[in-house]
Nanobody, 121 residues
Framework: QVQLVESGGGLVQAGDSLRLSCAASGRTFSNYAMGWFRQAPGKGREFVAAISGSGGNTLYADSVKGRFTISRDNAKNTVYLQMNSLKPEDTAVYYC??????????????WGKGTLVTVSS
């Protein structure tokens, strides 16, 4: 069993930056890829970014490429999502996930409960 707890969400203005964190417990953290997803009001959950267990490989959705950066600190069992140049369309609940990264695909196994990011125009 894996426990994932997201933090760092909040209300910001367009153009601002925000960093999300996800603390993991229950599994050997470095053995697994981690990912971030988001769900905007009235929409389905969509993939945002993923990172391999070692941190050497990353994957991004086209909509955030160049603005968001995923990273991890295996000593702290934590994965981060640095979000820059935020847009109102980035408003969503952001979820952390633990799973596997296979080429250009991330498969989530465990999920956190999410943290809300609201970007005002």
């Amino acid at each position: 069993q894996v426990q994932l707890v997201e933090s760092g969400g909040g209300l910001v203005q367009a153009g601002d930056s925000l960093r999300l964190s996800c603390a993991a417990s229950g599994r050997t953290f470095s053995n697994y890829a981690m990912g971030w997803f988001r769900q905007a009001p009235g929409k389905g959950r969509e993939f945002v970014a993923a990172i391999s267990g070692s941190g050497g490989n990353t994957l991004y959705a086209d909509s955030v490429k160049g603005r968001f950066t995923i990273s991890r600190d295996n000593a702290k069992n934590t994965v981060y999502l640095q979000m820059n140049s935020l847009k109102p369309e980035d408003t969503a609940v952001y979820y952390c996930a633990n799973g596997g990264l296979y080429g250009h695909s991330f498969s989530a196994i465990y999920w956190g409960k999410g943290t809300l990011v609201t970007v005002s125009s």
